[in-house]
């Protein structure tokens, strides 16, 4: 599902100032179910199915890590098997996904309304929440690489009686017009990507000035043993960062970071657009 109010922020040219139109196919309440929109910039079609408008046709995995969520099953396991308790193992704190959603919320500051972006939603499990939390107050779209976490994540959010958008693109290209958004979340995902820098200026780019971006990832380990298992786990394309790296990552993007908030291994950043 996409809602069509949104279409008008889609570009496959960024430089184009027309959003994508809706081509055919059938709509409720204001979301497209399925059917095509359109790019008048390129002439280019987009299929909307399986619940979210789907902006690149094509494969798209850039490395194994990333693969591992094209699997068959990974979709309706990922929530169940590891992100349910994911924070708590790795923090060794009682660390819930409500307690995760509310400081996220309250980090990009979901409560003052708008647009907003979950960066590499997986099966949505912010995207959901904060699409209920945000009501009639604003949208939230949730973007993903992998198609089968996008379907699961449609299925998610029809369960809980939420209706975000979501939309399959590469965070490193993102199909989004420039000022698209009043604040954008990411959770675990810069780890994951290829270029964190690329997709950090994409998300300068499509954030208003004054728009907020809050990631939730993990840092380079400090521990011998913790050092070797990510030097494993990089060689699948995962990466780990220092403090100080991300901070830099962040304001070569054209971001202005706040002091980074961690428990233990997990980071929470936080930075705002500039002009
Ligand atoms: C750690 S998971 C995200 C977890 C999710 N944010 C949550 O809170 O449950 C990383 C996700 O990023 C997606 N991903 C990896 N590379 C991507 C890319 N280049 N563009 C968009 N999504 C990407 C993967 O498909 C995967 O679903």
Redesign the pocket.
Known sequence: MFKKDLLSLMRDDPKDDRGFAFFQGTEENGMIRRGKVRSPATGKTYAVKNGYLDAMGGLGA?NIA?LS?FLPGAGRLY?PLW?INSLSLLTGEKFTNEREIRLMASLVRLDEGGVFL?L????G??TRHMANRLGEDGEMVG????PG?LKEAARRARRVRARPSFVR????DLPFADFAFDGIV????L????DPAR?LSEACRVLRPGGRVAIMGILEAESTWGGYSQKFLSTGGVQFFAPEELQELLTGAGLAPDPLLNHGPVFFATATRQG
Request: aromatic share 4%; charged share 25%; net charge negative.
């Open positions: 850039d990333n969520n929530e992100r979950d590499g939603c997986s099966a499990l912010y973007l993903d690489i992998a976490m693109a590469d965070a490193h990411c959770g675990g995902t780890n994951e990507l290829g997709a």
